[in-house]
């Protein structure tokens, strides 16, 4: 297996992941929360989007889906266009509320950017330095790695919520 099968299996696995914890549920079930300060599914899946939508475009010097494909306007969000979520308050999540629709429509575009971008990576790519602000500078195989673990993490949070909400029968 080469190392962009390798990632693309990986990226495929958090699509399934995304799919599993938005379809079927209501804006409301989308927005509910675990607790008054938890995030909400609809937050996370818009999270770990614009986190992957972000890193992915940075990496690959190319422009983001969010603005490119009008997403931002889509979402009508009331945050800066360049906001990602990272450091959001307990204000800030309760205000990502969109359908399942959308939030999929998103995380299927951003998705297939990437799997584009994987497709003419080669082995020795995976050493070229894309962030310069760490110590040791971050290389594309790392950042890549590193979206994967987030996108999974947050998914997973995803998939427990969706599990208390719908036990709740919110």
Known sequence: MKSAELLTDAFGRVQEAVHQAVEGLSDD?????VDPDANSIAWL????????????ADAFGTEQIWTSDGFSGRFGLPFPEDATGFGHSSAQVAAVRAPAELLLDYYDA???RTLEHLASLTN???????????????????????????DNQHAGQAAYARGVVERRGA
Do not use: K
Request: proline share 2%; hydrophobic share 45%.
């Open 29 to 33: 079930q989308l927005t509910a929360r």
């Open 45 to 56: 899946v818009w999270h770990l989007t614009r986190i992957q939508d972000d890193h992915v």
């Open 110 to 112: 951003v998705h297939a």
């Open 124 to 150: 020795a790519d995976l050493d070229r330095v894309v962030d310069t602000r760490w110590t040791p500078h971050v290389t594309l195989g790392v950042r890549l790695v590193s979206v994967i673990a987030e």
